[in-house]
């Protein structure tokens, strides 16, 4: 059974995130037990975000965006409008044209 690898462009963005998220605790003076402690996480469990590991939890990683104030850059993660790819599939799918009007059954001019 071959163990799951996570591609290494995937890979290059844990890291990046994860020195991130030590960047914005050092510039706020906290202590890796400080940042642990109010994002109410096990100090190793945010030394692995820290250091890109890439078990480490999606909601560890938010809730420590969440304790450091930085939730709000969240909102642009996998927003559909920005999926150019979908929105072009989506497009691809929609009828070429309109078809005729149809008159219901229960439609009675008078």
Known sequence: M???QIPMQ???Y??????HVRTAR????????DLA????????????L????????????FTVL???????TLSGVADPDT???GKALEAARRPKRAGKPRKADDDHDF
Do not use: M
């Open 2 to 4: 071959s163990k799951f």
């Open 10 to 12: 995937v890979a290059e």
């Open 14 to 19: 844990v890291v990046q995130i994860g020195q």
């Open 26 to 33: 050092i510039r706020r003076r906290w202590s890796v037990a």
């Open 37 to 48: 402690s109010k994002a109410g996480i096990n100090r190793n469990t945010l030394t692995a």
């Open 50 to 61: 820290e250091l890109g590991k890439p078990g480490t939890a999606i909601g560890v990683c």
């Open 66 to 72: 969440w304790a450091l104030g930085l939730d709000g």
């Open 83 to 85: 999926d150019l790819h």
